[in-house]
Nanobody
């Protein structure tokens, strides 16, 4: 059974940092594009970041560029989202997702195949 499990979300003050993790099990995702999405209360799910299979290509939504970094560790079958300089508007449930093998970095969540259950990030002002 394929599973993506996010962790690392918690309450943090504005300006603080968090690192989210997404651990995969049931198969390896070494060749998959992986993405992070978020959904705030009352809002639609939003693309945050994506990374291709070897980490050589990444993409970020403009609102997080320069503050968030996506990375992956093949040995641990895990993808990370380092979030710095957090703002109250970053408050959301954060989800990781797996696309398909390759180097494409889709921003449309409907194209992703596997999803985690989400982890809550709350940034207080």
């Amino acid at each position: 059974q394929v599973q993506l499990v996010e962790s690392g979300g918690r309450l943090v003050q504005a300006g603080g940092s968090l690192r989210l993790s997404c651990a995969a099990s049931g198969r390896t995702f070494h060749d998959f594009t992986m993405g992070w999405f978020r959904q705030a209360p009352g809002k639609e799910r939003e693309f945050v970041a994506a990374i291709n299979w070897n980490g050589g290509n990444t993409d970020y939504v403009d609102s997080v560029k320069g503050r968030f970094t996506i990375s992956r560790d093949h040995a641990k079958n895990t993808v990370y989202l380092q979030m710095n300089s957090l703002k109250p508007e970053d408050t959301a449930v954060y989800y990781c997702a797996a696309y398909f093998p390759g180097s494409q970095l889709p921003r449309n969540g409907a194209e992703y195949v596997y999803w985690g259950q989400g982890t809550q990030v709350t940034v207080s002002s």
